[in-house]
């Protein structure tokens, strides 16, 4: 698969199959994504494959937290107030998510299902965690991070794998460090969920959308 198809092809996926995913297939992602470019090639990235057992167990945790009423505390704070036409475009995600599986704006019983089923992690049976030393976390550091995610689903779209860049699945981080032994001393910055996607669910087939060049590109000549 070219550069340019992989690129505009991938997209999240939020409904997988059961069937695990081959180790050697994701050493395969990891290998090529580690020629993600990073600040000075510091490589400042540190990555943490969750499979079987215990991702079963931390989505279960993850999701139980949320019907708690526990709210996220995640390692890198999340923004909450966005300029009108960003919060629009989230707003607009939400909404063809949720018309995707038929869950009306009124029904919160489905809104509240959808939420927990997110929380989840969709029931993917892989899931990598990005993180960095806490010594070296920076938003360079991050910058990168979210370059070598990147890599890895455009990779992992080009083995016919599905992902999903998951905030979600980094929302309590005291999860991650008990359940999945990740060191207190790393700063755990997003998780990227993979799996074999399910190509007739709506989900996976609603129409995205972008903003055109002319809104976000200035030309300097
Ligand atoms: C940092 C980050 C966090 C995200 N967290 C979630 C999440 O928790 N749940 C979810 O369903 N999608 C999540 N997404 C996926 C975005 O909603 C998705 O990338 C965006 O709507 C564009 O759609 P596309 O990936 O299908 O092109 C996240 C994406 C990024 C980059």
Partial sequence: MDIETAIRER???????????????????????????????????????????????????????????????????????????????????GKSVLTALDIARDDREGRQRYNTDMFHLFDAPGLIIAATDKAVTSRYALLDVGLILQTICLLAHG???????????????????????????????MGVVLGWPDPEAPVNRFKRSRAALDDFVTWIK
């Fill in 11 to 93: 997209r999240s996926i939020r409904k997988f199959k059961k069937d695990p995913i081959p180790e050697e297939m994701i050493r395969e992602i990891l290998d090529g994504a580690r020629w993600s470019p990073s600040w000075g090639n510091t490589q400042s990235w540190e990555l943490h494959v969750i499979t079987g057992e215990i991702l079963e167990t931390l989505k279960k945790a993850n999701r139980q937290k949320i019907l708690d009423g526990i709210l996220p505390s995640p390692d890198i704070e999340m923004p909450l107030e966005w300029p009108d036409r960003m919060k629009a475009r989230y707003m607009g995600i």
């Fill in 159 to 189: 083995k016919g794998l599905g992902s999903c860049i998951m905030a979600c699945a980094i929302a309590y981080p005291d999860l991650l460090r008990s359940l999945a032994h990740i060191p207190g001393d790393k700063t755990i910055a």
